[in-house]
């Protein structure tokens, strides 16, 4: 059987998700309650035989590192093979920050070449997606292919976020475009790329070699395409979402509340597994009321919990009302808060009577317009939220903000209030340097 290492980029900013990735990277953002980003890559990989992983990571890797550990829930705590958590370094050759997509495997070129492996699987760890990949690898095989891509069928109005390819009748790529302003047809890339292992340090050898771009969707993909090189397509047709927006990864919440939701979570044929934390059981109080909802371990419901997705240890007071929303880990919503349409970071505390999410006005967020604009409203980590604030729509508070941070009871649909831990630790830090080189 040929022997296959998956390589999962996980080390993307994602400034389109805006709060969800300042503090963390974005396949370490939690999903689904329980569930961080990249566990749907992680899992995708171990049910489909492949226990060979290598995850690349670079922004903010703290908390991505923390929850992957040494890999035990996903059966990769192993002394041949199992997870390895690869960063960028300073050495002889290599001396830079991954660049794209591409550098961050060709940094990474000597781990690859040490491995025993005849092909090489790249992953995205930012999508949610159920994928056995064994298929795609046995179309590689059988196509001779020098690469292979996942593609999928997107919307027209969407090809703008995707490379837009073209295939003949065989399967192969004629022609392919990253991200295209008028694209030209529905046919996308997952961002899966299945190499040969000597094909994909050629490549990147040459591309290094030409002083070529960074990135595979970019730069490798299209030469390899224009050099009539073997690039095969392979369709699929299960449920993959790219949730690096905020619109599409609240879409993606509440389109598991559905009665048949397209991702089933519950399939015990594919279990999506994870880190998960000893909590209690949910308590749901008498009280209480829960409609279409994602209830995790841990959590107390003493109020009104409607079309929402709970992570776990959230506690939601007497009289309080959460609807449309994504809560994550331990926030509070107080006794008489509603919470509509928005999306509240870990360890959220809302105070007594607030409306967060309120009134018709759609304006979209002054800052940040073509991310907020939908009427979601986002809350970063630990704030906490005063009694009796009213917030509107598309609105962005800050991480760990205090009561005090908040001049006036209401914010406007749109307005931003920005976070202020960043600039009084950075100021801290400069005072701190200053007394020491007194002394």
């Known amino acids: 059987m040929s022997k296959v290492l998956a390589v999962i980029l996980a080390g993307g900013q994602g400034e389109r998700l805006s709060l969800l990735s300042q503090k963390r990277a974005k396949p370490a953002v939690p999903f689904a309650g329980k569930y961080r980003i990249i566990d749907f890559a992680l899992s995708n990989c171990v049910n489909s035989g492949i226990t060979d992983v290598a995850v690349l990571t670079q922004y903010r890797p703290h908390s991505l590192h923390d929850h992957i550990g040494i890999g035990k829930p996903w059966d990769l705590d192993r002394q041949k093979g199992g997870i390895h958590l690869l960063q960028p370094y300073i050495g002889h050759l290599e001396s830079d920050w991954y660049q794209g997509t591409a550098d961050a495997v060709y940094q990474n070129l000597g781990f690859i070449m040490e491995e025993q492996c005849d092909y090489v699987l790249i992953l995205a760890g930012d999508h949610i997606y159920r994928m056995d990949y064994s298929p795609m690898i046995a179309f590689h095989q059988q196509h001779g292919a020098d690469v292979t891509l996942g593609a999928v069928i997107v919307p027209i109005e969407e090809g703008h976020r995707f490379g837009i390819l073209e295939t003949d009748a065989s399967g192969k790529v004629v022609s392919f475009e990253e991200k295209p302003s008028q694209p030209r047809g529905t046919l996308g890339s997952m961002g899966i790329y299945v190499f040969n292992k000597d094909t994909l340090a050629r490549v990147l050898l040459e591309n290094a070699q030409a002083a070529g771009g960074a990135d595979f969707g970019h730069n490798i993909i299209p030469t390899m395409v224009e050099r009539s090189e073997r690039v095969f397509a392979y369709p699929f047709a299960g449920y993959w979402q790219d ?82 929303s994504i809560i ?102 400069r005072a701190r340097s200053r007394e020491n080189a007194r002394s």
Not at 249 to 272: C, G, N, Q, R, T
């Open 243 to 324: 949730v690096g927006t905020i619109q599409s990864y609240w879409e993606a919440h509440m389109a598991l509340l559905d009665d048949k939701p397209a991702f089933d979570l519950y399939d015990p044929s594919w279990v999506i597994h994870t880190r998960s934390e000893e909590r209690p059981p949910a308590h749901v109080r008498s009280a209480a009321k829960i409609t279409s909802s994602l209830i995790s371990h841990g959590c107390i419901i003493k109020g009104q919990v409607e079309h929402s997705v709970l992570s776990p240890g959230v506690i939601v007071e007497e009289g309080a009302v959460v609807r449309d």
């Open 328 to 429: 994550l880990f331990d926030c509070v919503i107080k006794a008489g808060s509603t919470i509509d349409r928005a999306i509240l970071d870990k360890e959220v505390e809302v105070g007594k009577d607030c409306q967060i999410g309120t009134g018709d006005d759609m304006t979209p967020n002054r800052l940040e317009p073509s991310r907020l604009n939908s009427g979601i409203t986002l809350i970063g980590k630990r704030t906490c939220l005063p009694d009796h604030l009213k917030v509107g729509r598309n609105c962005k508070i800050g991480t760990d903000l205090r009561p005090e941070d908040f001049t006036t009871d209401t914010l406007a649909s749109g307005e931003t209030i920005e976070d202020r831990t960043f600039a009084h630790g950075w100021e801290r830090e």
